[in-house]
């Protein structure tokens, strides 16, 4: 699977854009960046996704990089309800299944 | 609210017995996937279920096994548990087994083996 890093942790401080980076220089042509979102003893909440373009939806926005080596996720006035774990897949076809291959992503702490 | 629904919530078992975990997909989704986290990390890819039949495999041993209904709800069975089962169970749900298609998840069912 292609690996992904994460900072550990990042602070934010609340009405900021949280920005969250994100390496994955092996990634492969058709394989999709995905972003998704744990606060504490929850299930993960998706965020967005995107193959080459920037893309944009309510929660985030997501910048990938020309060479696709890397992407930023970006949520805009940050409030103390985005403190959570931030998680970067890249999501690729193994021959069944499609899974989310899951690191330890960024603890995104916000604060007053 | 993401529409998948986990039951139950919360489990305590002893070592040696076995446990069924149940997943109500999000209404039109044929595809469902389970998880496993273990405190600390990150949810690790058990299996997915399309259309009632097992659609790919993560590195679990054999004790772990699924079932996908008619509805699409989903069933994990886990055989002579173990300390080491002790977790936060994920169900996921998508519209198809696509790589460009989003997984929505429940809340999870947090066992306890003991």
């Known amino acids: 699977d292609a690996k992904t890093t994460q900072p550990t942790s990042m602070d934010c401080a609340e009405g900021r854009a949280a920005n969250l980076p994100c390496n994955h220089s092996?990634?492969?042509?058709?394989?999709?960046v995905y972003w998704y979102r744990q606060i504490h003893s929850q299930g993960p909440q998706y965020i967005i996704h995107g193959l080459k373009n920037n893309e944009t939806n309510e929660m985030a926005s997501l910048i990938i990089t020309e060479d696709r080596k890397s992407s930023t996720l970006i949520r805009p006035h940050a409030t103390l309800r985005d403190t959570a774990v931030y998680y970067c897949i890249v999501r690729v076809e193994t021959g069944g299944g499609n899974k989310l291959t899951f690191g330890t992503g960024t603890q995104l702490k916000v604060e007053l | 609210e993401t529409g998948v629904t986990q039951s139950p919530t919360h489990l305590i078992k002893t070592r040696g017995q076995q446990v069924t975990l149940r997943c109500s997909s999000q209404s039109g989704h044929n595809t469902v996937s389970w998880y496993q986290q273990a405190l600390g990390q990150g949810p690790q890819f058990i299996f997915q279920?399309?259309?009632?039949?097992?659609?790919g495999r993560g590195n679990f041993p054999p004790r772990f096994s699924g079932l996908q209904f008619p509805n699409y709800s989903s069933e994990l069975n886990v055989n002579a548990l173990e300390l080491d089962d002790s977790a936060l169970y994920l169900c996921a749900s998508s519209l198809r087994p696509a790589l460009n298609t989003e997984a929505f998840f429940g809340q999870g069912t947090r066992l306890t083996v003991v």
């Open positions: 092996t990634i492969s042509g058709n394989e999709y």
């Open positions: 279920y399309y259309r009632e039949e097992e659609n």
